[in-house]
């Protein structure tokens, strides 16, 4: 195991968190959740065959306001 994996980890985990916390995301065209093509390409690494676009929304002070 590579000793700076923990590392790499925390750096990859700290911003997609604030990403996903600050954002409300939709997917792009209008597509469902139960729309999405999950087909893989095989290598060293499983990704996906066709992109995933999404759209980011952000929260705004008003909308939160009304949520609690």
């Known amino acids: 195991i590579c000793p700076g994996i923990s590392y790499a980890i925390a750096n990859i985990q700290l911003p997609l968190r604030q990403l996903l916390y600050h954002f409300d995301w939709k997917l792009a065209g209008g597509m469902k959740p139960e729309e ?33």
């Open 36 to 68: 999405l093509d999950m087909a893989e390409i095989l290598g060293t690494a499983a990704q996906r065959k066709e992109d995933l676009l999404l759209i980011p929304n952000s929260h705004s002070c008003s909308s939160l306001k009304q949520q609690v």
